[in-house]
């Protein structure tokens, strides 16, 4: 058996798989307070997650492989004591460091962001006591590490917006040129077997002393795995408070500008964007109960004659680059139906326009798509944006990222590079 543990936005989540892949145990954990979570947080959710395992479970488990949030890293001695606050995902107060990469980074380079995970190194290393200081860790790189008892490793994934060159797959020489480089980790392949669980929590926890930890991922990119997809062309809609594309190509495309880059997939490239647009603007005017009611009486096969790009708010960033662009929600028909018709429409063309934006970037051409977030559900919505992107549309049957992180235990190769 395989576990797989997601460390997102609001809480923790296990997932079991069988041999086959199949199910077994699932779990969940919500923070105290998500919006002030720190490590000691993680640490409890990781240790009652694996409290919680039936006896049945752990003590076959064969592989453990850790998710979480992208950008967020923290400051450990050698024994993995935090010496620094663990700084989120979406932490902005390293604005002066992303200013100061632009003297080291190439240009344009999109670690030259407040939320990128070297800006927010640079701030650590200016902001706390070096002197014990032995590793820059990921918040999975340092729940991993728990499980072994040994840090200073990471993964492709979570390393990327750190400064990891994914193609030639190493340090750039660039980001070793930075000051305390030497905290950096040494990056695996996702999935990559690193050690053994330590001997202390195998007994703790009753889990099988043979049982390996695995490099891990990003939320994101464990979903992705979860949706099993692993044609070049086909792809994976986030249909959640905004679109998030990604698309599995045989080509790297980046696009600093519109926020465009690829994470490295074993052979392959997953090419992503996200759009500002997306279901917050469907909560803003319907219930959820409105919308289920309301999008039964659409003509999907239908055009709606409204032209709406539905921003909630202004600024659009992919698939174009426009912060002063405005929502276009008028005319408003008094008919519920027709206007949202128009708001399903004006969002699958978005979504239509940024898979050929990928393309144009040099991305394999679109196959497929399989849809996730909560906006997957809605049969009408899926019928227009099949019309529109002109390829199979189908929703993901597994898109939980723990299911995601138990694959990648379980395929330990998938992100192996011939």
Known sequence: MYLGLDFGTSGARACVVDDNGEIVHEDQI??????????????????TLLRQLPASVSTRLIGIAIDATSGTVLLCDAALKPLSPALLYHDTRAQSQAEELKSYAPSGHFVCSASSGLAKFLWLTQHTELDHAAHLMHQADWLAALLTGSGGFSDYHNALK?????????????????????LLPYVFPPGKIIAEISPALSQHFN??????????????????IAADVIEPGSAVTSLGSTL??????????ESLQEGVYSHRYGNLWLAGGASNAGGNILSKYFTDAQLTE????IDANADSSLDYYPLPQRGERFPHNDPELEPRLYPRPTDDVAFLHGLLQGLSRIEAAGYARLAELGATPLKSVSSS??????LTWQQIRKRLLCVPVNRAIHADAAKGAAQLARHAGIMQND
């Not at 889990?207 to 464990?222: L, Q």
């Not at 977030?373 to 809605?378: A, F």
């Open 30 to 47: 919500q923070y105290v307070n998500a919006t002030g979570q720190k490590a000691e947080d993680w640490r409890e959710a990781l240790n």
């Open 162 to 182: 750190t400064g990891y060159d994914a193609e030639k797959l190493c340090w750039p020489a660039w980001v070793l040129k930075l000051p305390h480089s030497h």
């Open 207 to 224: 889990i099988n002393p043979a049982c390996t930890i695995h490099a891990g991922t990003t939320d994101s990119i464990a979903a992705f």
């Open 244 to 253: 998030v594309l990604k698309l599995l190509s045989k080509t790297r495309v």
């Open 294 to 297: 309301i999008s039964q009486q």
């Open 373 to 378: 977030g909560g906006g997957s559900s809605n």
